[in-house]
């Protein structure tokens, strides 16, 4: 079974070397939609895949970074980049270019990688991520599935390549939980008392 999630975010960007003059050559904003599907071949003790509240933690905390943040390649111009750090405080740095397609994939490696260092605690089964849509535009997205997320042809993106500047850091509820991330620490859901035996 598949559930999905919707997050929305403003974005400012600068996709180099697109066939867009205006995309490849002037900052410019989108309001972005990121779904995430879970699956999983069996339902927790509420009767869920995973509890869509589960998911205004860590993962709401991540794609909220985004939110009115300038977005990167971190190949780009060096002037550029120290611009953008100096006029925004919320900035992400990339590996990759800041395409709807490198979104998909991007949100697809950090959020596999919340899932896989959460402990869960209220029956879950096998939750797994099935794939991320970006939504760039009412009418283009990307959609990210595991294949996409680690294919080097479509560039690498590891963890600690993506880098979010310090306020967007502070503006989560753990502003530590990248570095633990990172560190491969655990994240713990919260244990649900049940009301109905199964």
């Not at 750090?85 to 490198?102: H, L």
């Not at 595991?146 to 880098?163: K, P, S, T």
């Not at 633990?180 to 009301?195: E, S, T, Y």
């Amino acid at each position: 079974m598949l559930i999905r999630k919707l997050f929305k975010f403003e974005n400012a960007h600068i996709v180099r070397n697109c066939s867009s003059e205006r995309c490849r050559s002037s900052i410019h904003g989108h309001s972005y939609r990121v779904e995430v599907l879970l699956e999983a071949n069996a339902l927790d003790h509420g009767q869920m895949v995973y509890d869509f509240g589960l998911m205004k933690g860590t993962i709401r905390d991540v794609v909220d970074a985004f939110d009115h943040a300038v977005c990167f390649w971190d190949k780009d111009d060096a002037e550029y980049i120290r611009l953008c750090k100096q006029f925004s405080t919320r900035w992400i740095a990339m590996p990759v270019s800041p395409s709807a397609e490198q979104f998909a994939r991007m949100f697809f490696v950090i959020i596999d990688a919340l899932l896989q260092q959460t402990v869960m605690a209220n029956g879950e089964a096998d939750v797994t991520l099935h794939s991320v849509i970006a939504h760039e535009t009412d009418t283009g997205y990307a959609q990210a599935f595991r294949a996409d997320a680690i294919n080097e042809r479509m560039g690498i993106i590891r963890l600690e390549d993506v880098v979010f500047s310090e306020q967007c850091q502070a503006e989560w509820k753990d502003p530590e939980m990248y570095k633990k991330l990172l560190d491969g620490q655990r994240f713990i859901n919260p244990a649900v008392p049940r009301q109905v035996e199964i």
